[in-house]
């Protein structure tokens, strides 16, 4: 009994601090630019890719591979920032362009990883080996010590970009931007910069969540729809730009998934998370932290 | 309700087009027997329905539904159940497939309808997956995938069955988005307060509009697995969902033409593509097409040619 209820809370915690750093990514960028971002969750899976292409096929380390495929996400995100999703006019236009360009990001790499003009790079799906070999016991609770790493390595990014919003100039106009984007520009900020080192910010944040999970998941062009569901679903749960709200909804949905993962029926874990998002928006649309909905 | 549907136009530019979408395709039927192009052609008649059915709800109120494939799913498997369990005919299991389609509507609609914006999306998106989890779980559990062999050779009575449709909800959207009608919607997009301020009563028609939406979205469900030949937890597919979107934004959103010209461009270039070299990079190359018109034509294509009209 014991066991199990420490296998769960180690479990959900590790996959918390995972969903966290994805969902506060798309909520700064969210918070920023104000506009829903489509491309999120192929972001994400462009890093997979990338890491799949640099440790696997060139056979390149660890850590340079983890490296150049975060400077390679974020030179996409840039690039999408200034001169795709930037060009619409309405938050609308904006979900759209962004979602069109997802779809792109989608069916480049599904054409470069497997078409008749390659034939011999032909490999499906993508196989992206571990790391870091062995595991951890956690208050006796073996842990992958890639998921270790994982969570430090998250913990270690979250802080990083508390401290950049929080002490540095940039930071502080990057808030400014979120609050009011016309009283920071009339201030001297220049709010397409501001979104634009959003726009990294969380490129390297999808991609650091995204470059350790690799490993255990079929990597496949499509799992970027399923991320982007779910981050948009907790930045919602939590409340829109809350930043705390983003955390807790983060980590309840992680101790859901992980107690149903363990205890009920693995097959049911998808649909219990996705039920209960329904019935919180239903009841609650501000979120758990959010003002009231205008 | 008689004054609901006065002042509708029907010598405008925008019926001709609409009328000769439908010459098109039943003109595919006479012309040709070859079955890929009739498939080609089913599955742009099953998808103009799609987005027509996201147009008339999400175009002219305002409420995004990012959820079609909740209906169509619903309606090919309430389809699949009707033929192979009760024993019903095709055409009436079609109608039976809206009928539910607009009852499970009424369930997803009564509370989400309440929702604004973000958050409206955000439920719609989530219905359809959900569903699919479940039905996956379900499938696993006992195996409930459904095999509806009866229609699954009849090519012609499919596609005669994805034209009709087509037909009838393009000219009834039309008359409801040119009448006063539509103008109660479009009010409803732009100032849903104003509207009630005006004593419209915007939940009532919010309803409406999602259960015309809804019901034209199951009954094409039902064609879509007859000529299958199979349900599936794919029928609620996120695809299903997003590509008639898509195709309203890549027409124009809002003017029931903008989905029959966005659909026959998607869907005719993400299948006529299917040729030797080009055949592996059709789906980029339609994405590509659909990001550029996204980029240099906001409002779609039609909107773009009645640019000069307000």
Known sequence: MLTSILSFLVLGTVLGVVYVLFSEGFSLLYGVAGVLNGAYGALYMVVDYAVFLFFFYLKLGAVASILLSLAFVAAVAFLAQKYVASRGRSPLEALFITLAFAFVLQYSVQFLQCSSAFPESCQYPAFVPVFITGSTSILGVSVFNQYVIADLVSVVVLVSVWLLLSRTRTGKGIRAVSQDHMAASLVGINPERAILITSLLAAVMAGTSSVFLASYQTVDPTIGWSVLTLAFAIVVIGGLGSLVGTVVASFILAFIRTYILLFVNPLLADFVSLALLIVVLLIRPQGIFGREVS | ?310
């Open chain 2, 1 to 310: 309700m008689s004054h609901l549907i006065r002042g509708i136009k029907f010598r405008t530019s925008s019926f001709y087009v609409i009328i000769a979408s439908i010459a098109l395709l039943v003109a595919v039927e006479v012309l040709t027997t070859n079955p890929f192009v009739v498939g080609v052609f089913t599955l742009i008649a099953v998808y103009g329905v799609l987005a027509l059915s996201w147009d008339v709800l999400s175009g002219l109120t305002g409420y995004l539904n990012f959820g079609l494939a909740f209906p169509f799913g619903v309606g090919g498997y309430l389809a699949a159940l009707a033929s192979t369990r009760v024993g019903l005919g095709p055409a009436e299991s079609i109608l039976l497939a809206g009928a539910g389609a607009i009852g499970f509507g009424f369930i997803a609609g009564a509370t989400s309808l309440r929702l604004r914006g973000h958050f409206f999306i955000m439920v719609t998106l989530l219905i359809p997956l959900a569903t699919a989890d479940f039905l996956n779980y379900a499938l696993v559990q006992d195996g409930s995938i459904f095999g509806v062999n009866s229609l699954v050779n009849d090519t012609a009575y499919v596609y005669n069955a994805a034209v009709a449709i087509l037909a009838a909800s393009a000219v009834l959207f039309y008359m409801v988005a040119y009448s006063r009608l539509g103008l109660i919607f479009r009010s409803i997009r732009e100032n849903e307060v104003a509207a009630e301020a005006l004593g419209i009563n915007t939940a009532k028609y919010k309803m409406l509009a999602f259960s015309l939406s809804n019901f034209f979205a199951g009954m094409i469900g039902a064609v879509y697995v007859f000529s299958n030949g199979v349900a599936s937890p794919t029928d609620f597919g996120l695809l299903f969902s997003a590509l008639p979107v898509f195709m309203c934004a890549l027409g124009g959103m809002g003017t029931i033409v903008g989905p029959i010209i966005g659909t026959i461009l998607l869907e005719g270039s993400i299948d006529f593509l299917r040729i030797n070299y080009i055949q592996d990079a059709r789906l980029l190359i339609a994405s590509l097409l659909l990001l550029l018109v996204l980029l240099f034509f906001p409002k779609g294509i039609w909107g773009y040619i009645k640019r000069g009209e307000s």
